[in-house]
């Protein structure tokens, strides 16, 4: 079975290295958000992309979920003693990635084929592709201002309400993108944010018309009317208008949707296909579960 899952997010970067576990290399590809990447200290930050890669490396943070596990924050804090910003936090072995990839990116080298090295480098084995190779930040409308989606998210802790979430640069999917969903037998929704994490992939040229025509499962990231991680709950509140549940996420994704999977317990939506099981993620055990009972749903799709 070929798997595509369109991933941001601590939840879904858990939620694929289940599925790497439970597939052969060849056979999952994950499409990442770059929407929250940005420039700081001269460096391109690609949060996503890099948890989602630690996390399949077994380096990552085991509680946080996102940076790297036993990190250390030397230059930060030098930084910092300079009068520099230290608002976001970056470690002294994840300084060595962003290094890396800027270098490469100076020297002409795409998104994509850098993410490539890297994963390959780390002996990450599915393959992951950047959602796109231009610059395509995502921007946070509140009350106030515009802020961008790392200022917003870390500089102001996701407090202000937001009004809208916008999507700036060009629509243009990396070079594979589309190919890839296309091959798919199925795309999976992971417990991620959607209006952050999955809609700036969906918003891309071809991109939403290509999942439509695949197979597609969400796990639904609210579990018990509460975001399990992250700003979400609140969102949904003041974007859509309802209360958080899965029922919310389902009117959110609509007809993309051909399953759902949701926490025991809560309210199924109506009008789709529904597997109640124990979503949150523990522990990479919790994972492999999670994504073997996913791919067993899958299976049973028309």
């Known amino acids: 079975m ?5 991933s941001g997010g601590v939840g879904g970067a858990r939620l694929c290295d289940g599925l790497a576990a439970a597939l052969s290399p060849e056979d999952l590809t994950i499409i ?3 929407g929250d990447d940005f420039v700081h200290w001269g460096l391109t930050i690609c949060p996503d ?10 380096l990552a943070h085991p509680e946080q979920g ?3 596990a036993g990190e250390t924050f030397h230059a930060l804090a030098m930084v910092e003693r300079y009068g520099g910003p230290a ?3 970056l470690g002294d072995r994840d300084l060595g990635t962003h290094l890396m990839r800027a270098q490469a990116l100076a020297a002409g080298r795409s998104l994509t084929d850098v993410t490539d090295a ?9 393959r992951l592709l950047p959602m796109s190779d231009a610059p395509r930040p995502t921007l946070i409308d509140t009350p106030d201002s515009t802020l961008s989606f790392q200022d917003w998210l870390v500089g102001q802790r996701g407090a202000p309400r937001v009004e809208r979430v916008r999507f700036t640069g060009p629509p243009r999917p990396a070079a594979g993108v589309v190919a890839a969903i296309d091959a798919a037998d199925v795309v999976i929704l992971p417990p991620s944010n959607p209006y952050v994490s999955i809609d700036p992939i969906l918003a891309l040229d071809g991109v939403r018309a290509a999942v439509a025509r695949r197979p597609v499962i ?3 990231p609210i579990v018990g009317g509460r975001a ?4 979400l709950a609140p969102m949904i509140e003041s974007l859509a208008g309802l209360p958080p549940s899965p029922a919310a996420i389902a009117a959110h994704y609509g007809a993309l949707l051909t399953a759902m999977v949701i926490e025991r317990g809560d309210d199924a939506p109506a009008g789709v296909a529904t597997l109640a099981t124990a979503t949150v993620m523990g522990d990479r055990a919790d994972r492999a579960r999670l994504a073997r009972e996913i791919l067993d749903l899958a299976r049973r799709l028309p």
């Open 49 to 58: 992309l890099d948890t989602v890669m630690y996390t399949l490396a077994g």
């Open 218 to 220: 969400a796990v639904s």
């Open 32 to 34: 990442v958000n770059t």
């Open 87 to 89: 608002w976001f936090r």
């Open 2 to 6: 070929k798997v595509v899952a369109l």
């Open 118 to 126: 890297l994963r390959r480098a780390l002996g990450v084995g599915p």
């Open 66 to 68: 996102w940076g790297l």
């Open 228 to 231: 399990v991680k992250g700003p």
